[in-house]
Nanobody
Framework: QVQVMESGGGLAQAGGSLRLDCAAS????????MSWYRQTPGKQREFVAS???????AYGDSVKGRFTISRDNARNTVYLRMNSVKPEDTAVYFC?????????WGQGTQVTVSS
C-alpha cells in the first residue's frame, strides 16, 4: 500500500519556526521529486517547494529565503524547515510525490501562525 504521510504541523508565533516531515513509501519515494504545497479555504493549492532525487531545489516566491526543503533518502522522508513564519503562512500543507504514474498526495497538516 502506497503511503504519503505528513507530520509536524501546529501553532507558531510570527517570527518563529516549524518543521514539517513527510514520509513516503519507498516504492514511490526513490528517484522521484518531492514537493510541498499549501492551501487556504477558497483558494487554489499553492506551490511551496520541491526537491529532486538529486537534491535540486525550487521555491515559491513567497517563501524564498525563509523555508528550506531537504530529503533523507535513507529514511524516505522529505522535510520543510519553516523559519521567520508569518500569519500569511497559515494553511494546510500537503506533501506530493511526483511519479511516472502521476502524483501521490498526503492528507495534509495544518500550520497556524499567530501574529
Amino acid at each position: 500500500q502506497v503511503q504519503v504521510m505528513e507530520s509536524g504541523g501546529g501553532l507558531a508565533q510570527a517570527g518563529g519556526s516549524l518543521r514539517l516531515d513527510c514520509a513516503a513509501s519507498k516504492s514511490i519515494f526513490s528517484g522521484n521529486t518531492m514537493s510541498w504545497y499549501r492551501q487556504t479555504p477558497g483558494k487554489q493549492r499553492e506551490f511551496v517547494a520541491s526537491v529532486t532525487s538529486g537534491g535540486g531545489t525550487a521555491y515559491g516566491d513567497s517563501v524564498k529565503g525563509r523555508f528550506t526543503i531537504s530529503r533523507d533518502n535513507a529514511r524516505n522522508t522529505v522535510y520543510l524547515r519553516m523559519n521567520s513564519v508569518k500569519p500569511e503562512d497559515t494553511a494546510v500543507y500537503f506533501c506530493q510525490v511526483w511519479t511516472a504514474r502521476g502524483p501521490y498526495w498526503g492528507q495534509g497538516t495544518q500550520v497556524t501562525v499567530s501574529s
